[in-house]
T-cell receptor
Framework: EAQVTQNPRYLITVTGKKLTVTCSQNMNHEYMSWYRQDPGLGLRQIYYSMNVEVTDKGDVPEGYKVSRKEKRNFPLILESPSPNQTSLYFC?????????FGPGTRLTVT | AQTVTQSQPEMSVQEAETVTLSCTYDTSESNYYLFWYKQPPSRQMILVIRQEAYKQQNATENRFSVNFQKAAKSFSLKISDSQLGDTAMYFCAFRRGNTGKLIFGQGTTLQVKP
C-alpha cells in the first residue's frame, strides 16, 4: 500500500528542547516536502527536497532544518523549538499529478 | 508569486442540498493545476478533485464538480446531495506545472446539518 508515515503523531515539548519528526514514504518518490497548518493560514510549505541530498527552503523555513540522506526518508528537525512553532505538520510525497500526505503531527511547544 | 484565496471561512448546508465553495487564485503561469482537498476531523488530507489548467472541461467526481473560470481565475467546488460525511474543512490549492509545491487557500469549514 502506497503511504507516507510520520512519527510521532502527537508531541508536547518545552521551549529549546531539540526534536525530530520523521517522515517516510514507500513509493520511491523523488520530491518530498513539509508543510505546517495554522488556523486561517491554510498549509504553508516549510522545506522541500527534489532528491537525495537536494533540499531547499519553502515559504516558512525559519527555525527548521531538514535532511535527505535516503530517498524514502525526510526528517524535520527543530533544533530549538519555540511556542510559535506550535502547529500541525504534514509531510508530503509527490510524483506527477499525485500528492500523498502523511497523517499529520500535532506539535505543542510550551 | 501565486496566491490562493478562499473568502468563506465557514459555510453550512442542509443534508441533501447543494453547496458551492469559492476559490480565486492569482498567477501569471499558463501551465498549472488546481485542487480541492478535504480535511475531516481526523486531519487527514484527502484529494477531492483535480483540474488541469489546459483542460476546458470542468472536472467531476461523483457528487463533486468544479466551475473552472480560467480568465477570471476562479475555481469553485460544488457539492451536490450533501451528506453528513461531507462535514470537513476544504482547501483549495494551486500547483505550478510539475513542481511538487502546493499553495493553499485559507480553508473553508463546511458543516452539513441533518
Amino acid at each position: 500500500e502506497a503511504q507516507v508515515t510520520q512519527n510521532p503523531r502527537y508531541l508536547i515539548t518545552v521551549t529549546g528542547k531539540k526534536l525530530t519528526v520523521t517522515c517516510s514514504q514507500n513509493m520511491n518518490h523523488e520530491y518530498m516536502s513539509w508543510y505546517r497548518q495554522d488556523p486561517g493560514l491554510g498549509l504553508r510549505q516549510i522545506y522541500y527536497s527534489m532528491n537525495v541530498e537536494v533540499t531547499d527552503k519553502g515559504d516558512v523555513p525559519e527555525g527548521y532544518k531538514v535532511s535527505r540522506k535516503e530517498k524514502r526518508n525526510f526528517p524535520l528537525i527543530l533544533e530549538s523549538p519555540s511556542p510559535n512553532q506550535t502547529s500541525l505538520y504534514f509531510c508530503a510525497s509527490t510524483k506527477a499529478h499525485e500528492q500523498y500526505f502523511g497523517p499529520g503531527t500535532r506539535l505543542t511547544v510550551t | 508569486a501565486q496566491t490562493v484565496t478562499q473568502s468563506q471561512p465557514e459555510m453550512s448546508v442542509q443534508e441533501a442540498e447543494t453547496v458551492t465553495l469559492s476559490c480565486t487564485y492569482d498567477t501569471s503561469e499558463s501551465n498549472y493545476y488546481l485542487f480541492w482537498y478535504k480535511q475531516p476531523p481526523s486531519r487527514q488530507m484527502i484529494l477531492v478533485i483535480r483540474q488541469e489548467a489546459y483542460k476546458q472541461q470542468n472536472a467531476t467526481e461523483n457528487r463533486f464538480s468544479v466551475n473552472f473560470q480560467k480568465a477570471a481565475k476562479s475555481f469553485s467546488l460544488k457539492i451536490s446531495d450533501s451528506q453528513l460525511g461531507d462535514t470537513a474543512m476544504y482547501f483549495c490549492a494551486f500547483r505550478r506545472g510539475n513542481t511538487g509545491k502546493l499553495i493553499f487557500g485559507q480553508g473553508t469549514t463546511l458543516q452539513v446539518k441533518p
